[in-house]
């Protein structure tokens, strides 16, 4: 079947509610891709975050075999070795007081359970969030969720949420209350424009929700697992979330998303929330591994490092048509004084695959297992195409 046959079909049966990029990937290894007819891409969508640890790793995929072969499924009303390896490595290396784990399928369940979770423990309803937040596109995680381009066609929308302006303290000190249940934000807004939080904002936060008896929830659905140079983003600035939400590449590209939290999220009763496939022992194996590999390669350390490399470098592009760069170890974005979509097109004619973030940022967010040589290249083609 060739790429016509295949896009036809695609087109024919597809929901309709992806932008589609006339581009048919086959197969991939580490931080390459590869389409029908051989051509070779130097990925910098990484999956939309979720491929860290690049495409077929061998660790991943050897897990999985194995794991596939004893058991696939399995419900939480069970216990199993491989999940309760997986939740007690993770808590090890999350955020300190992070001791309890949910898991499920996704991001977007995990910020729809922290929710949950926030309101159960406070008995109260304000949700606090960021403007150019963005959190997910179900019920809940939409409310949080700033952009009037993803909520408009939905409202109304879960009542209760307000919005203020990201990396202004004095806005969270106006807001948040007695009457505020969580706090919801991102240590680097990703969707938003690769927006960095400031150290003064995110511990503003911290200490908000301390005095109000409000819930601290962080999302690191895209910054976590060595994407910003520490495992955690929070890790950055000392935070210690209340509830922590996960997802993308906690395995290693498997679907699956974790909400951890410690003591101040109140006993949670059986059967208020939960998941058919969530911590199925398939995914568990694949998150171990996935964890296994990001300590053991320093994958965190890596990204630092090529991260403030690959910074430097865009930084000293001379163009008429870049604003900024910006970012946090392999997270950056590139902000352009007119509309990216040319840009990227330009991008991947050259063999480079990037994201957009807004209408006018390029974003990359390579696995963290891509070469300084491969960086180099990514480099020469944005000179070549914002020049």
């Not at 070779?40 to 999956?47: M, Q, R, S």
Request: glycine share 10%.
């Amino acid at each position: 079947m060739n790429m016509s046959d295949t896009m036809s079909i695609e087109a024919k049966h597809t929901s309709g509610v992806y932008a589609k990029r006339e581009l048919t990937i086959t197969h991939g290894k580490s931080a390459l891709l590869y389409d029908d007819e051989g051509r070779e891409y130097i990925d910098c969508v990484g999956g939309q975050g979720a491929a860290n640890l690049g495409h077929a790793h061998p660790k991943i995929a050897e897990a999985l075999c194995q794991q596939s072969k004893k058991l696939i499924s399995c419900p939480e009303m069970f216990y199993n070795q491989q999940r309760s390896d997986f939740m007690a490595q993770l808590c090890a290396a999350a955020p300190d007081g992070l001791e309890r784990v949910f898991l499920g399928n996704s991001g977007t369940e995990a910020v729809e359970a922290a929710l949950k979770f926030a309101r159960f423990s406070t008995k109260k309803r304000e949700v606090i969030a960021a403007m150019r937040g963005f959190h997910g596109r179900s019920m809940g995680a939409l409310s949080a969720t700033w952009n009037k381009h993803y909520r408009k066609p939905f409202e109304p929308l879960v009542p209760d949420f307000r919005h203020v302006p990201y990396n202004k303290p004095e806005k969270l000190i106006e807001t948040v209350s007695d009457q505020t249940a969580a706090v919801l934000l991102e240590v680097v807004q990703g969707e938003g424009g690769v927006h960095p939080g400031s150290r003064e904002f995110l511990q503003t936060a911290q200490e908000l929700c301390q005095q109000h008896g409000a819930m601290l929830i962080i999302d690191e659905v895209q910054t976590g697992f060595g994407r910003t140079g520490k495992l955690f983003a929070s890790d950055h600035h000392k935070l210690q979330p209340d509830l922590l939400c996960l997802g993308k590449s906690i395995a290693g590209g498997i679907p699956m998303g974790a909400v951890l939290f410690g003591e101040k999220v109140g006993k949670l009763s059986p059967g208020i929330h939960g998941s058919t496939f969530g911590g199925n022992p398939l995914a568990c194996a694949a998150g171990l591994a996935a964890l296994h590999v990001q300590l053991q390669e320093k994958l965190p350390e890596r990204a630092a490092v090529l991260g403030t490399y690959t910074l430097k470098k865009l930084q000293q592009i001379e163009s008429p048509l870049i604003r900024e760069a910006r970012g946090l170890g392999l997270m950056i974005g590139i902000e352009l004084k007119q509309k990216a979509a040319p840009y990227l097109k330009a991008l991947t004619d050259r063999g480079v695959l990037a994201l957009p973030a807004g209408m006018n940022v390029i974003r990359l967010l390579p696995p963290l297992v891509i070469s300084q040589q491969q960086l180099d290249q990514v480099i020469t083609a944005l000179q070549e195409v914002l020049s």
